[in-house]
């Protein structure tokens, strides 16, 4: 399946629009499940605080991993992305409430390259903090 962005439809400069993605304990516990990181800072909040954390934090790679939904259901194929790396920049805290946290993602093109690929740049937040810094991926477009 090739993405359905066309590269001749996108510019360098063009933002793509922010997704919220909320995340609740039961997620974190579903990607201790997936990923085998069952380290207690993600689930257990009495052992988070006497570590000195806040409260439950979301595993780093939940959250890299909210930035490349973002980018694959842009880009309409997982395959489309070539590449991506993040920075860990900030904790995404997650309350144990009806709200949890949310993490919210966007982009811009920031350049076309040869081969029908472009660079996005991903911008990622939870409440007022950058949680991802240096969020990039290469993608190839139709």
């Known amino acids: 399946m090739a993405a ?12 793509i629009p922010a997704v919220e993605y909320p995340v609740h304990r039961v997620n974190l516990v579903m990607y201790a499940g997936a990923s085998g990181d069952f380290n207690p800072i993600h689930w ?6 006497s570590v000195g954390l806040p409260d ?8 890299m991993a909210q930035g490349g939904r973002f980018v ?8 489309a992305v070539v590449d991506y790396g993040v920075r860990f920049s ?20 920031e350049e076309k390259l040869e081969d029908k690929r472009v660079v996005v740049v991903l911008t990622a937040r ?3 903090s950058r949680v991802l810094s240096k969020a990039r991926a290469v993608v190839q477009l139709s």
Not at 91 to 106: E, F, K, L, Q, R
């Open 4 to 15: 359905t962005v066309k590269y001749d439809e996108v510019t360098a400069g063009q933002e």
């Open 44 to 49: 257990n909040e009495r052992f988070a605080k």
């Open 56 to 63: 439950v934090i979301a595993h780093g790679m939940f959250t």
């Open 72 to 79: 694959t259901d842009w880009a309409g194929d997982p395959a």
């Open 90 to 109: 900030s904790m995404v805290v997650v309350p144990d409430d009806d709200n949890g946290a949310v993490i919210t993602v966007s982009g811009v093109i």
């Open 126 to 128: 939870s409440g007022d």
